[in-house]
């Protein structure tokens, strides 16, 4: 069965660094690509980037590029989405997701990790 | 950039009977490189229909998806209460990946 676990919740003060991570399980992990899609309070999915675990090619949103970083070990098959300073406006719900290539639909999500950044 | 916008915002209905959802893009669109996803509250996007009209691993076939070029439509043929959700469309052919703005269904 394919799993994709995500970290636990943050709460963070702006300014601050965070990485969150998403383990993939029950799948080659090198097989699937894995994307980041954000969802802010109340609204809609943002496509935030996608990664090829295999040889960690990487196509960004141009919303979302050089202000998150997305990462994969796959020897341990976990992909990470990365900030080095959180801004408020980056509190949102975080979903990975795995599809079988990077034009193919998301087949199978992660259970979300809710980033919240407050003062 | 490809933008989805879904129709109508809130669709209000009763348990059996028949949701028509729309999403329109502003350029043409592959069929192949359109999705639908539903999301029920608190919990994560689920695939539904992919290439315009394949159903995703366990969807029932009450749940259809149909149209071609800039027009696209989620049928879902007898409303039951766990289908009551928001849903989203999606095309995936061309960078920028976008998703439609969402249809919320609820329960009249």
């Known amino acids: 069965e394919v799993q994709l676990v995500q970290s636990g919740a943050e709460v963070k003060k702006p300014g601050e660094s965070l990485r969150i991570s998403c383990k993939g399980s029950?799948?080659?992990?090198?097989?699937?690509?894995i994307t980041w899609v954000r969802q802010m309070p109340g609204k809609g999915l943002d496509w935030m980037g996608t990664i090829d675990p295999s040889d960690s090619y990487i196509k960004f949103s141009p919303s979302f590029q050089g202000h998150v970083t997305i990462s994969a070990d796959k020897s341990i098959s976990t992909a990470y989405l990365q900030w080095s300073s959180l801004k408020a406006s980056d509190t949102a719900m975080y979903y990975c997701?795995?599809?079988?290539?990077?034009?193919?639909?998301?087949?199978?999500w992660g259970q979300g990790t809710l980033v919240t950044v407050s003062s | 950039e490809i933008v989805l916008t879904q129709s109508p915002g809130t669709l209000s209905l009763s348990p059996g009977e028949r949701a028509t959802l729309s999403c329109r893009a502003s350029?043409?669109?592959?069929?192949?490189?359109l999705a639908w996803y539903q999301q029920r509250p608190g919990q994560a996007p689920r695939l539904l229909i992919y290439?315009?009209?394949r159903r995703a691993t366990g969807i029932p076939d009450r749940i259809s998806g149909s149209g071609s070029g800039t027009d696209f439509t989620l049928t879902i043929s007898r409303l039951e209460p766990e289908d009551f959700a928001v849903y989203y469309c999606q095309q995936y052919g061309s960078s920028p990946l976008t998703f439609g703005q969402g249809t919320k269904l609820d329960i009249k």
């Open positions: 290439g315009a009209s």
């Open positions: 029950g799948y080659s992990f090198t097989s699937y690509w």
């Open positions: 350029q043409s669109i592959s069929s192949t490189y």
């Open positions: 997701a795995s599809h079988y290539s990077s034009a193919w639909p998301f087949d199978y």
